[in-house]
């Protein structure tokens, strides 16, 4: 998760979760650098990043393929 205050890269796990301080509980992720209350991500945009990597990292594969069938064509 990147920091939308500071721009720090932390992963959420090191994150402070749950300040106490929110009336009804605070679901904010908290920076380990600045303290800046971000937004957890929803499940379905790590689903969505997790599915978009999967396609590009198997996607560069069949580009290089394609690319090395035009170079024995020439």
Not at 1 to 13: A, L, P, V
Not at 29 to 42: A, F, G, L, S
Request: charged letters at 30%; glycine letters at 14%; one cysteine or more.
């Amino acid at each position: 998760m990147i920091c939308g205050f500071c721009g720090q890269e932390f992963d959420e796990n090191q994150a402070k979760r749950g300040c106490g301080g929110c009336p009804g509980g605070c679901r904010n992720v908290h920076c380990p650098r600045c303290n800046y209350k971000n937004p957890v991500e929803p499940a379905f945009i790590g689903k969505l990043k997790t599915m978009l990597k999967r396609k590009t990292t198997s996607g560069s594969g069949a580009a290089e393929k394609s690319e090395d069938k035009k170079s024995k064509v020439s």
